[in-house]
T-cell receptor
Framework: EDKVVQSPLSLVVHEGDTVTLNCSYEVTNFRSLLWYKQEKKAPTFLFMLTSSGIEKKSGRLSSILDKKELFSILNITATQTGDSAVYLCAHNNNDMRFGAGTRLTVKP | NAGVMQNPRHLVRRRGQEARLRCSPMKGHSHVYWYRQLPEEGLKFMVYLQKENIIDESGMPKERFSAEFPKEGPSILRIQQVVRGDSAAYFC??????????????FGEGSRLTVL
């Protein structure tokens, strides 16, 4: 069965810090890896990563994939309290299985 | 363009009753996914449906749970004879046909089921 494992499970930082969230995967037929952000309710899409070594960037968030080592990282620079959320990683297959998520808390 | 609509937002049931959760996908989306989320946990895949077809139900318990996505009307997740362990948030997501290329699922706000 496909596996998506995220670490750490939770993280507490202060505003201005930079954080790195990890997602490792074991899947039979790799398609792409996805990152979502879940605040109070519905998860929202952040990135889709298909190729190794190509960084995707959106403002202070960036993500990269390593298909050889089977992992992806999500970086957030200059964190703000509004970045507090659960960050979810998923393998983009028919059934879209998510990892358990990393709960990020950014303190003022 | 309305987003994914789920109802009810909150549902309270006593043990042994039935729970029906509804999901109307975004306009033009023919793929629906149901996920369950327990407090402090990630999204657990339950079932993936296209119109009138169940594509993958490998995440759904074999007993008491069923899902459908009829030609007309919303997708329904049905839980019969609910138990306390069914208490959770149930999220529905929809996608257009090219979701495997875009990666984007559009989530509803969730239905929170509480079993007394």
């Amino acid at each position: 069965e496909d596996k998506v494992v995220q670490s750490p499970l939770s993280l507490v930082v202060h505003e201005g810090d930079t954080v790195t969230l990890n997602c490792s995967y074991e899947v039979t037929n790799f398609r792409s890896l996805l990152w979502y952000k879940q605040e109070k309710k519905a998860p929202t899409f952040l990135f889709m990563l298909t190729s190794s070594g190509i960084e995707k960037k959106s403002g202070r968030l960036s993500s990269i994939l390593d298909k050889k080592e089977l992992f992806s990282i999500l970086n957030i620079t200059a964190t703000q309290t509004g970045d507090s959320a659960v960050y979810l990683c998923a393998h983009n297959n028919n059934d879209m299985r998510f990892g358990a998520g990393t709960r990020l808390t950014v303190k003022p | 363009n309305a987003g994914v609509m789920q109802n009810p937002r909150h549902l309270v049931r006593r043990r042994g009753q039935e729970a029906r959760l509804r999901c109307s996908p975004m306009k033009g989306h023919s793929h629906v996914y149901w996920y369950r989320q327990l407090p402090e946990e990630g999204l657990k895949f339950m079932v993936y449906l296209q119109k009138e077809n169940i594509i993958d139900e490998s995440g759904m318990p074999k007993e008491r749970f069923s899902a459908e996505f009829p030609k007309e009307g919303p997708s329904i997740l049905r839980i019969q004879q609910v138990v306390r362990g069914d208490s959770a948030a149930y999220f529905c997501a929809s996608s257009p046909n090219d979701r495997l290329n875009t990666g984007e699922l559009f989530f509803g706000e969730g239905s929170r089921l509480t079993v007394l």
